[in-house]
């Protein structure tokens, strides 16, 4: 079975097209002020950030308004599945300098169906695929956007800036983010990256004393380099040679192949890990490590939001949890109250079975319609 997925993956692989997707660059837009013009902000006018998004939902339009407003990227590229690309494009209007991508159509050759086409039994069990695909896309882009900014920011589409990030050191060093709390998957993510590259895997700081699970790189949100990735994939395609050889598989197929064997070992590809393992042991003079500070899924706001079946955040709940937390990152997963959890009831379904917006005030509404693919 896995030398027949190998080979349709070849064939699926030499059938994309070359090049990637044009760049358009707008003017800036001045943005208001948020929390009254509370919280520093930041000036990335040289960056474009990447959001990778499974489903917008109702906090999206303020995820990208704070985003704009705190840390003044310059364009803010929101990669969806198809189902939500009309839905992306209202926000625009609104916010001019988002950019709507369907995420089939960004790497060339790689589509969410190919992905599940080959995916084992395992990866499809544990509703990897879509996962796998948004960590190719944050990494990918750098090798087939064009126009996309020589360095840019990728951000996970459930962050909510409260305050500007520093990304920067001095203007000389690229700051490296550290979430030192630990994850409990820490310890496949440093396994699945010794057998992607061949090296070993280097955490950002030592491990806390007494802790099996150590600090690692994954913050949902990274300054990325394109030409870093152009030679971390090329050591990534070396290191897999065999498949390349044999079957003219690069990156993303070559790493996704070794996913579907791996995954029964609990080992998993960690884009923020990848990236920061692979700068702090190759240009270590040129990072500097920064310690992350974020709430994740208040308890607070989880409780009121499952007593009033309400999930979306209004301005004036963040703004006022802002105050109290002083945590310049509020990671706030509706997605996962909304479709994995059901507890969501402030949204509607259409007639016909699609994604809608309301043009008033863009606030999604949703549908559970199978064509919306729920990702992880």
Same mark, same amino acid.
């Given at each position: 079975?896995?030398?027949?997925? *190998? ?24 943005? %208001? ?14 960056? %474009?950030?990447? *959001? ?10 303020? *995820? ?47 589509t969410y169906a190919k992905l599940e086409a080959l995916a084992s039994v395992e990866m499809l069990a544990k ?108 050591? *990534? ?26 995954i029964g070992r609990k080992l998993y590809m960690s884009e923020y890990d990848t990236y920061g393992s692979w ?43 802002r105050e109290k937390s002083r945590v310049p990152l509020l990671i706030w997963e509706e997605h996962k109250l ?39």
């Amino acid at each position: 079975a896995m030398a027949a997925r *190998i080979v349709l993956l070849a064939l699926l692989a030499a059938s994309g097209k070359a090049g990637g997707r044009e760049a358009s660059h707008a003017p800036r837009a001045s943005d %208001d002020g948020t929390c009254g013009g509370s919280g520093e902000r930041m000036q990335y006018g040289d960056v %474009d950030a990447v *959001i990778p998004a499974g489903h917008i939902v109702c906090t999206t339009p303020m *995820i990208l308004r704070r985003l704009r407003h705190y840390m003044g990227v310059r364009l803010i590229y929101l990669i969806t599945p198809a189902a939500y690309v009309s839905m992306c494009r209202s926000i625009a209007r609104s916010q001019p300098y988002v950019r709507c991508l369907d995420q089939d159509d960004v790497l060339p050759g790689v589509t969410y169906a190919k992905l599940e086409a080959l995916a084992s039994v395992e990866m499809l069990a544990k509703r990897r695929v879509g996962w796998y695909l948004q960590q190719f896309l944050k990494l990918g882009v750098a090798l087939s956007l064009d126009g996309l900014s020589t360095t840019y920011l990728v951000w996970d589409s459930d962050n909510l800036a409260l305050s500007g990030l520093r990304l920067r050191h001095n203007g000389t060093h690229t700051g490296l983010c550290v979430n030192d709390k630990g994850t409990s998957t820490w310890g496949g993510y440093r396994k699945f990256y010794n057998l992607m590259t061949g090296l070993e895997w280097k955490a950002p700081v030592p491990p806390r004393f007494g802790l099996k699970r150590g600090p690692n790189y994954v913050c949902g949100y990274m300054l990325v380099e394109r030409a870093i990735v152009r030679d971390l994939t090329a050591h *990534i395609n070396s290191h897999l040679s065999s498949l390349a050889s044999m079957h003219g598989l690069s990156f993303p197929w070559n790493v996704y192949m070794l996913a579907n064997e791996q995954i029964g070992r609990k080992l998993y590809m960690s884009e923020y890990d990848t990236y920061g393992s692979w700068v702090h042991t190759r240009q270590p003079d040129r990072v500097i490590m920064l310690r992350l500070g974020y709430e994740r899924n208040p308890r607070e706001l989880v409780d009121r939001a499952r007593r009033s079946k309400a999930c979306c955040l209004s301005e004036e709940t963040v703004c006022s949890f802002r105050e109290k937390s002083r945590v310049p990152l509020l990671i706030w997963e509706e997605h996962k109250l909304r479709h994995r959890d059901k507890q969501c009831a402030d949204n509607a379904t259409s007639s016909a079975g699609r994604p809608t917006m309301n043009s008033s005030q863009y606030v999604p509404v949703l549908t559970t319609s199978s064509s919306v693919r729920h990702m992880p």
